[in-house]
């Protein structure tokens, strides 16, 4: 993890702490050579993770991200030739994950805080933005520790059918996001209901073409 520590923000390392720590509870894992790790493996990792420990998919493909930037990370090292083939769970409604861990970090890297902010809690709850995201009152985030939650969910109330209306557990960033924004919200003499607070009529943003105060 020292690569991680010196190389990514505090909260994204705080993300791979977490992710390795439970990838390394899986002997299959824990005790392979990175050669010996498969596609295969990391499914069995994923089933493992939601069938026994209950984890969400959130958080399991969390941790499939984690493995396989490390897989990555040892091809251009040259400690493997290639790297095996690291799948993803299904989102919710269908949705799936289109962004590489290279885009995502040149992304972040190059964006205002505030997109950035948007930007990591869109990718880690799958939100939609415009819809979901943007119009998000802090009334419906819970930062409260849980043992079924540790770092707090976000009630999404809105949509139009039953489905979409849902909790999604945060990742450790996404959880430092939410924290950082409501401390630095809680600053300001004129309170928003909203996470995001815009100057419209909306009293939120409502893309990304209309930034977050701040």
């Known amino acids: 993890m020292q690569y991680s520590k010196t190389h990514t923000k505090p909260g994204t390392h705080t993300f791979y702490e977490g992710s390795l720590s439970r ?6 894992i824990a005790d392979a050579a990175l050669s010996a790790i498969t596609g295969d493996l990391a499914s069995r990792y994923a089933c493992h993770r939601q069938e026994v420990a209950k984890n969400s998919v959130v958080t399991v493909n969390g941790d499939l991200r984690t493995l396989r930037r490390i897989l990555h990370l040892a091809v251009e090292w040259g400690r493997l030739e290639h790297t095996a083939s690291v799948h993803e ?3 919710p409604q269908g949705r799936t994950r289109v962004v590489s861990f290279k885009e995502e970090a040149r992304y972040l890297t190059g964006a205002s805080d505030n997109l950035r ?19 998000l009152a802090w009334g419906d985030v819970d930062l409260t520790v849980r043992l079924e939650s540790p770092h707090g ?4 109330r809105q949509g139009k059918t039953a489905s979409a209306q849902r909790s999604v557990p ?3 960033r996404a ?3 939410l924290n950082r924004r409501k401390k630095e919200a809680a600053a300001i003499p004129r309170k928003s209901a909203f996470v995001f607070a815009g100057t ?6 409502i893309s990304l073409q209309h930034p977050p105060e701040g």
């Open 23 to 28: 990838l390394l509870t899986f002997a299959a």
């Open 153 to 156: 969910v976000i009630h999404v």
């Open 175 to 177: 959880a430092e996001v």
């Open 89 to 91: 769970l299904p989102q």
């Open 200 to 205: 419209g009529n909306s009293g939120h943003i």
């Open 117 to 135: 902010d948007a930007a990591i809690l869109a990718v880690d709850t799958g939100m939609r933005p415009n819809s979901e995201l943007f119009p």
């Open 170 to 172: 945060l990742t450790p």
